[in-house]
């Protein structure tokens, strides 16, 4: 990946599940999600975090004139599960800032292990040489000649 655009960090279970297992995810997830997991599968929890993370979504007890939104990225289950729990209620979906930056710091290692610099990859993920630096550090990451 060795264009200027910036990453931009997927919450798929199928990107996330290559760099940690589902334990790992838990422990990063804060304890709002969690108590999704008593109602909706890890895999649509992620969906939500994505696509309204950090953000309020309603919660309608009409299945089928409203939450069309919410029907679009999840299965007809789980949204009829999170209407019976939460009918009537906004639901806040948090950002799960930790489960973003260790995803984001797992990339950056994989891209620097196939060989892309810390100069592009501060210009890819919008970061500091030192910021970097640090990730590699934090991970025992060995840092290759530039």
Same mark, same amino acid.
């Given at each position: 990946? &060795?264009?200027?655009?910036?990453? +931009? ?10 760099? /940690? #297992?589902? &334990?790992?995810?838990?422990? !990063? ?7 999704? !997991?008593? *109602? *909706?599968?890890? #895999? &649509? ?7 309204? %993370? ?10 089928? #004139?409203?939450?069309?939104? !919410? ?9 009829? @599960?999170?209407?019976? @729990?939460?009918? %009537?209620?906004?639901?806040?979906? /948090?950002? /799960? =800032?930790?489960? @973003?930056?260790?995803? @984001?710091? +797992? $990339?950056? *290692?994989?891209?620097?292990?196939? %060989?892309?610099?810390?100069? $592009?990859?501060? =210009? +890819?993920?919008?970061? #500091? ?13 060995? *840092?290759?000649? +530039?």
């Amino acid at each position: 990946m &060795e264009t200027n655009e910036k990453t +931009q960090i997927s919450f798929t279970a199928e990107g996330l599940f290559k760099y /940690a #297992s589902e &334990e790992s995810i838990l422990k !990063l997830l804060p304890a709002s999600l969690l108590d999704l !997991l008593n *109602i *909706i599968p890890l #895999s &649509e929890v992620l969906v939500l975090i994505e696509k309204y %993370g950090g953000h309020y979504i309603c919660i309608s007890s009409d299945l089928f #004139s409203n939450n069309t939104e !919410l029907k679009k990225h999840l299965s007809l289950d789980s949204v009829k @599960r999170l209407s019976e @729990r939460y009918s %009537g209620d906004r639901l806040a979906i /948090a950002k /799960a =800032q930790k489960l @973003r930056c260790f995803l @984001r710091d +797992q $990339k950056i *290692i994989q891209l620097h292990k196939s %060989g892309v610099t810390v100069v $592009k990859l501060t =210009q +890819q993920f919008d970061l #500091s040489e030192r910021c970097i630096y640090y990730i590699f550090r934090k991970y025992q990451l060995t *840092i290759k000649e +530039q």
